[in-house]
């Protein structure tokens, strides 16, 4: 089994998945706010999706030897939501992605959890660049992803148009150089 390292930031433990996250990721994706750019459909997913999707993350671990960690309050262990790397097939490049209950918005919490996954990526894999795939309409998302130092490419992702690759460099991410 492969084993999961935990990152520790200020506030946050990012860790590998649990069967017990389940009430987590349900309540996470049945929120129409994060599912509009979270799940597949852009719908909010039930309990049984929502195990579907957690089997996802744990097996994106298992097939890559990375994926989302699970992220969890650092003070009271309440799961907060799934930060990290992300590369299906047909993926443009490695990702970072991020999503965190609503609760967890503005307090820079997704940033915090970003980086060190960034950190963790590019250091542990050798990378030069990762790529976030942000729909055109997700502001917070750009706004997070700029803070990260990444930029958009100047067309849209060709293989679904609604969606821009933004990238970043290893030497702008915070903490990477
Ligand atoms: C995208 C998403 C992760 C962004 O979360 P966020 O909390 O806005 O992002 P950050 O962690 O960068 O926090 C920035 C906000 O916290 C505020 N903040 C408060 N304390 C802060 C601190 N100590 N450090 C940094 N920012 C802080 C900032 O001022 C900023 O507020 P603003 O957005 O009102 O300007 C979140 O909206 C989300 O989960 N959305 C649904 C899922 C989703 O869209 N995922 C991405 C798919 S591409």
């Known amino acids: ?13 990012l860790r590998g998945w649990r069967s017990d996250d389940l009430d987590g990721v349900a309540d996470l994706l049945a929120d129409p706010d994060v599912a509009r750019f979270l799940t597949r ?3 909010p997913a039930d309990r049984t999706q929502s195990w579907r999707y957690l089997a996802l993350y744990a097996g994106h671990w298992a097939l890559r030897g990375y994926g989302p960690f699970a ?3 650092r003070a009271t262990g309440a799961f907060l939501g799934r930060v ?8 443009p490049g490695f990702e970072i992605g991020w999503g965190l209950k609503r609760s967890a918005w503005g307090k820079g919490l ?8 960034g950190r963790w990526a590019f250091e542990t894999f050798g990378l ?13 998302s750009a706004r997070l992803a700029r803070r990260l130092g990444a930029k958009p490419d100047d067309q849209p992702w060709s293989v ?6 933004w990238r970043a460099q290893r030497r702008d991410w915070p903490g990477a150089g």
Request: a negative charge; aromatic letters at 10%.
């Open 128 to 140: 030069g660049e990762v790529v976030s795939l942000i729909r055109a309409d997700n502001e917070r």
């Open 160 to 165: 679904d148009p609604s969606f821009v690759v």
């Open 110 to 117: 997704a940033f915090e959890a970003s980086v060190a996954a």
């Open 41 to 43: 459909d852009g719908r």
């Open 84 to 91: 990290g790397p992300w590369r299906p097939d047909g993926w």
């Open 71 to 73: 992220v969890e309050d």
């Open 1 to 13: 089994m492969l084993q999961v390292p935990d990152l520790f930031t200020e506030r946050l433990r």
